[in-house]
């Protein structure tokens, strides 16, 4: 499990970040290796094989973390860190606690992606690519990608944990562009797990199919509505507006600098009665799991709201020791050329009881919003915004027409607390999140969720 | 550098490439981040890779590593050898020839060691380094940082507090060898300092940016960065939502960069070769108003982006984008110039020896115009400022260029700044927005978001506001 580093160089290498002094001091090895591909204008591309190794070195003394990192494997080159990583620190040698290795279970990977031969998923693109390009004439572009990446890692700290994962994930994506007269409209969808190639067993084209259909259905769009109104979001993807407007507030750094409007919020009602969401990074080969956190922390499932009310905050190792918590499994770092910061593993809203259909019927003039191109917030004053890949109006009770161009924007505490209906449907699905410069996996999921009144930022006045 | 980068082109021809091109990097890096007056973390490393492109006839292939070590790379040239029999054959393909590249690119170095410095940069500097950024120890960084934080703290006594004020450098050397003949190498260093501000005022928190840029600390004004924060963050508080309706709408600096950068990503061949950009079929067409000029210039001693050459080895230069209204070029690398039988621009980027070169702008410099700030807002006489966006690269389309986007920033009445805005989205699309540029301000800046761009402020005649 822990064959990056063995145990007596961790011993080494703890010792040499504590010869300063400080209170705690981990090192993190890591190997990875991954391919990429594309398709584009049906011709296979930027086929990309990578691959690095390396250890990050961090002691903490009071509220100050001194962090190294160093390319290579090299037991030497790691102590070095260790003593760079120490340097500036001027108390006595403090002695770290004798390793005691854990075992852990990392999620299962039948097939290997790395012993899939690179043709197989070329293979894979092409499909990918007559499908998308079959959807329809009007289908001007189409573009596809494909994505393998396998983390080995390892950690030990001088709190006497020694433990390691080995991660394996792999992602398509597909993009199409639809074109009549002068319009020109684009549709995505992606698929990914925390897997192996098995994943592709069961019809990965469909993902070429939903990107497609999106873009055709987007040729027929209008303006977007400007105003405040009613917004039904979709389920699934639908997910990162709850991801970025209550899951990046609970982060324990916002919360402790004061960033967060979700300060002084544990316990008090931010939601309707019918709201429950849960941060859980145990979900089987779900996208953002993993069996431990980059700490070593294994990871939980944490409930973030129970019926409205604000139960939990997500911490790292930094976080958790502040103020005397629990860690939550939460401490996640790009590789291990970064330190670890609060960050969510797969965040979601619990199925309700509502009937999409029937949400959207109580609606008379409104906003369906069915999947975003992304998101942004500012945890502090809790603004964020999305923009909406996939929207219709609402007129009537009824979806009328596709609109292009439409953003929702808003304010969290306000959108959170106007959720008005939740759906039994449910669906998770894959994305990318970056804070404090760094990428990693997060799953997000969600069944519909309607929003009494948010601002949809159009063109049509 | 320069051998390693030799060994690895010698190891994929070994490999079986017809071709080859080696693009190695050692980075050192270090960085602050302080928070209630302590260091809250202090980092600093070294990192050393080397990136290749294999060429088997017309098929390319692309692998990155750490492991320099002589089995490291030769492993590595045989990954990117059978990662170029994987992709589809591109008439297209090819490494630009030594006849792209001076010798010793010595055209371009003259105007970056001889250009006055960057701000505050030492006379001896050799345009792309601060020869004194080694002298800084951590303890005087963290200083930095810390003038940083507690110049936002003093600057207005409704911050609250500081989320977090940061201090960051690199210095780097890039070396690049290929089988054609091209051989080159260049040091370069950068820094920058941030804050990000914490207002508070009855209705909740305000944050506001402060940052400032340069090749070494010492071009830094740490206190200036402390201040910008804490005004913008105390500007914003007590804001409401502005009606929605068109009206005219100016950009500030950093948001101004922003846009600029989006178009910048359709000005590149590979965007309208590929369909996905709204510039397409636009040569020479009036794109945008005459007050508007726009250039690509590589060799700014103060652009980041600035080298001798770039991410394939053909000379970086200055290159009008925009000027008079008409759309003179797009910006080029060997590849998308191959494509469509022109010259490469030397607009190959690469961010680090873990990405292969593509068409990409280098520094984006919007011309200056002749009215300050305040003349701007006085010929906008009744509209919006705005000092924030958010939600860019979800609120574009990158085909169409139609976006809609979140905003902050303030009222503009009889041509004054009034009362802060939030929560609103302004709207339009690329083309429209250049066309509607009324006046153009004298206050630019270098702003590093998304790339690296210097503009002034922007008066937009014309923009869709939708708040209430």
Redesign the interface.
């Known amino acids: 499990m822990s064959e990056l580093i063995d145990a007596e160089v961790a011993k080494r290498v703890l010792a040499a970040a504590l010869a300063n002094g400080g209170d705690f001091a981990e090192v993190f090895a890591e190997r990875n290796a991954g391919l990429t591909m594309a398709i584009d204008e049906s011709r296979v591309e930027a086929v990309q094989a990578g691959a690095a190794a390396g250890a990050g070195v961090r002691v903490i003394s009071g509220a100050t973390t001194y962090f190294s990192h160093v390319d290579g494997l090299d037991p030497d080159d790691i102590e070095r860190a260790a003593g760079e990583a120490a340097a500036a620190l001027r108390a006595e040698r403090a002695e770290p606690r004798p390793l005691i290795a854990t075992r852990t279970t990392p999620l299962s990977i039948e097939v290997a992606p790395a012993a899939v031969p690179a043709e197989r998923k070329a293979e894979l693109l092409r499909e990918l690519d007559e499908r998308g390009r079959g959807a329809g004439a009007e289908i001007a572009q189409f573009t596809a990608s494909y994505a393998e990446v396998r983390r080995e890692v390892s950690v030990a700290n001088s709190e006497g944990l020694f433990s390691g994962d080995d991660r394996t994930r792999v992602r398509i994506g597909a993009q199409a562009v639809a074109r009549r007269d002068g319009a020109v409209e684009t549709g995505a969808e992606t698929l990914g797990a925390h897997r192996g190639f098995e994943l592709f067993d069961h019809d990965p084209g469909s993902i070429a199919d939903d990107a497609s259909r999106k873009a055709l259905t987007l040729l027929d769009a209008g303006p977007a509505p400007a105003g405040s109104m009613p917004v039904v979001v979709g389920g699934g993807f639908g997910g990162v507006l709850f991801h970025e407007m209550t899951g990046h507030g609970l982060e324990a750094d916002h919360i402790q600098k004061g960033a967060s409007v979700y300060v002084g919020k544990l316990g008090e009602q931010v939601a309707q009665p019918l709201l429950s969401a849960y941060d859980d990074g145990r979900l089987p080969n779900e996208w953002g799991s993993d069996a431990i956190d980059d700490e070593g922390v294994p990871t939980q499932k944490t409930r973030v709201i129970e019926e409205g009310r604000l139960t939990a905050f997500l911490y790292d190792g930094v976080t958790a020791r502040r103020e005397g918590a629990a860690p939550t499994g939460n401490g996640r770092r790009e590789s291990f050329r970064h330190l670890p910061v609060p960050r969510m593993t797969n965040t979601y809203i619990a199925p309700g009881d509502a009937e999409p259909e029937a949400m959207i019927a109580e609606v008379q003039r409104g906003f369906y919003a069915v999947s975003f191109a992304g998101g942004q917030v500012d945890p502090a004053t809790g603004d964020f915004v999305f923009g909406v890949s996939e929207g219709y109006l609402i007129e009537g009770g009824r979806v009328t027409r596709p609109c292009r161009g439409a953003t929702l924007i808003g304010n969290c505490l306000e959108a959170l607390a106007a959720i008005d209906a939740v759906g039994a449907d449910f669906e998770m699905k894959t994305g990318v999140c970056g804070k404090a410069g760094q990428r990693v996996p997060v799953g997000t999921g969600q069944g519909h969720v309607r929003i009494r009144a948010m601002t949809v930022g159009g063109t049509e006045v | 550098m320069i051998a390693l980068a030799r060994r690895a082109v010698e190891a994929a021809s070994a490999a079986g490439a017809s071709d080859a091109e080696a693009y190695a990097v050692e980075d050192s890096g270090r960085e602050v981040r302080v928070?209630?007056g302590?260091?809250?973390?202090?980092?600093?490393?070294?990192?050393?890779?080397v990136g290749i492109r294999a060429w088997i006839g017309k098929r390319?292939?692309?692998?990155?590593?750490?492991?320099l070590s002589e089995a490291g790379v030769r492993a590595?040239a045989e990954?990117?050898a059978?990662?170029?029999r994987?992709?589809?054959?591109?008439e297209f393909a090819g490494p630009p020839d030594s006849s792209a590249a001076p010798p010793d690119s010595s055209a371009a170095a003259v105007r970056l060691m001889h250009a006055d410095g960057a701000k505050g940069a030492p006379e001896a500097a050799g345009g792309l380094s601060d020869p004194t950024l080694g002298e800084w120890s951590?303890?005087r960084l963290a200083e930095l940082a810390l003038v940083i934080e507690s110049a936002a703290l003093a600057a207005d006594s409704r911050i609250?507090?500081v989320?977090?004020a940061v201090y960051a450098d690199s210095a780097e050397s890039v070396a690049l060898v290929s089988s054609l003949g091209i051989e080159g190498e260049y040091s370069s260093s950068s820094c920058y300092g941030y804050v990000?501000a914490?207002a508070e005022g009855e209705e909740?928190?305000?944050?506001g940016l402060g940052f400032d840029l340069g090749r070494g600390p010492a071009a830094l004004d740490p206190a200036a960065i402390g201040r910008e924060g804490a005004e913008r963050a105390a500007a914003?508080i007590g804001a409401g939502?502005p009606r929605?309706?068109?009206c005219p709408v100016v950009l500030d600096p950093t948001v101004a960069a922003s846009f600029i950068a989006l178009i910048g990503r359709g000005l590149t061949a590979s965007a309208v070769q590929?369909?996905?950009s709204p510039f397409a079929e636009r040569l020479g067409d009036e794109i945008a108003n005459q007050v508007l000029a726009l250039h690509d210039d590589g060799l700014d001693p103060e652009g980041f982006a600035s080298a001798p050459f770039d991410g394939e080895g053909v000379p970086r230069r200055r290159t009008a984008l925009i000027e008079s209204s008409a759309l003179h070029t797009y910006l080029y690398d060997t590849y998308t110039a191959n494509r469509d039988d022109a010259a490469s621009t030397g607009n190959a980027s690469r961010s680090g020896y873990?990405s292969?070169p593509s068409a990409s702008a280098s520094n984006l410099v919007v011309a200056p115009g002749e009215l300050s700030f305040v003349e701007l807002l006085g010929e906008a006489d009744d509209g919006v400022l705005v000092t924030d966006v958010?939600?860019l690269?979800?609120?574009?389309?990158?085909?169409?260029g139609?976006?809609?986007?979140?905003a902050?920033g303030r009222v503009i009445r009889d041509g004054e700044l009034a009362e802060p805005l939030?929560?609103?989205?302004?709207?339009?699309d690329l083309v429209s927005m250049l066309r509607a540029v009324r006046a153009v301000g004298a206050d630019s800046r270098w702003v590093p978001f998304g790339g690296s761009v210097k503009t002034p402020s922007l008066l937009v005649g014309e923009m869709?506001v939708?708040?209430?």
């Not at chain 2, 390319?60 to 492991?67: E, F, I, L, Q, S």
């Not at chain 2, 909740?204 to 944050?207: A, I, K, P, S």
């Not at chain 2, 139609?402 to 979140?406: A, E, K, N, Q």
């Open positions: 928070h209630g302590e260091v809250e973390s202090l980092s600093a490393a070294t990192q050393r890779g390319v292939g692309y692998a990155y590593g750490t492991d590595l990954r990117a059978e990662a170029a994987v992709a589809d054959e591109d951590p303890d609250a507090g989320e977090q990000q914490l909740g928190r305000e944050t914003m939502k929605s309706r068109t590929r369909g996905r873990r292969q958010a939600g690269h979800s609120g574009v389309n990158p085909v169409t139609v976006f809609s986007v979140g902050s939030r929560e609103f989205t302004i709207a339009s869709t939708a708040g209430s």
